[in-house]
């Protein structure tokens, strides 16, 4: 069964500091989709990367930033220079793709990012 | 392009009352879904649909049933509420082609059953 843990709950920061958010997860495949959504105040959920299982590169995307590592599986979701339009809920999810409906997502129960001006 | 569309966006049940969640996509999408999401817990699937015709349970299909009616639609109908399906409903579709791509998200459907 797959599974993922983002264990902070709730993080608050103060504007311009940079924030780092875990994401653990478990799966017996080897080859799988990794993802991360937002969903700030207004409730719509935002897809912001995707990642399979045989890229490990580090991506960069302006000011966010992830961190693949499978030796101990964890997909880490950093945001560089927080702003206050970053206060959401960001959701870490994880998808194998070798079973049938394989667009199956099991989603982390998610870290709320407070930013503080 | 209105991506995915949600019907309504509000709603106050009573138990044992009955109804119907819409939803729908112009993304041309095989792959269409339900999730339910309650505070602390993620967001879990309540079925999903590969294509039109078919349907599969979830993780939380208990108390719930959905229609494929099109490539479209895909409802979601609780046939006897009770207050534990409290929660905020997304639909979502996404493409298939072997490999899990990202899932497009309606903008929810707050339910409430007192």
């Known amino acids: 069964a797959q599974k993922v843990t983002q264990a902070q709950t709730e993080i608050s920061v103060v504007e311009k500091e940079d924030v780092t958010l875990d994401c653990v997860y478990e799966?017996?495949?080897?080859?799988?989709?990794l993802f991360w959504y937002k969903q700030p105040p207004s409730g719509e959920l935002v897809f912001l990367i995707r990642r399979n299982s045989f890229d490990e590169q580090n991506e960069i995307s302006g000011r966010y930033s992830w961190n693949f590592q499978k030796s101990t599986s964890s997909f880490n979701f950093t945001i560089t220079a927080s702003q206050v339009v970053d206060s959401a809920v960001y959701f870490c999810?994880?998808?194998?793709?070798?079973?049938?409906?394989?667009?199956?997502?099991?989603f982390g129960k998610g870290n709320q990012v407070v930013v503080i001006p | 392009n209105a991506g995915v569309t949600q019907t309504p966006k509000f709603q106050v049940l009573k138990t044992g009352q009955s109804m119907t969640l819409q939803c729908a996509q112009d993304m041309n999408h095989n792959s269409m879904y339900w999730y339910r999401q309650d505070p602390g817990m993620g967001l879990r699937l309540i079925y999903y649909s590969a294509s039109e015709g078919t349907t599969d349970k979830g993780e939380v299909p208990n108390g719930y049933n959905v229609s494929r009616l099109n490539k479209r639609e895909f409802s979601l109908r609780l046939e006897s509420a009770a207050p534990s399906q409290t929660s905020v409903y997304f639909c979502a579709s996404s493409e298939d082609g072997g490999t899990p791509y990202e899932q497009y998200f309606g903008p929810g459907t707050r339910l409430t059953v007192t």
């Open positions: 799966t017996r495949d080897t080859t799988y989709y």
């Open positions: 999810a994880l998808s194998e793709a070798a079973r049938e409906g394989n667009n199956r997502l099991a």
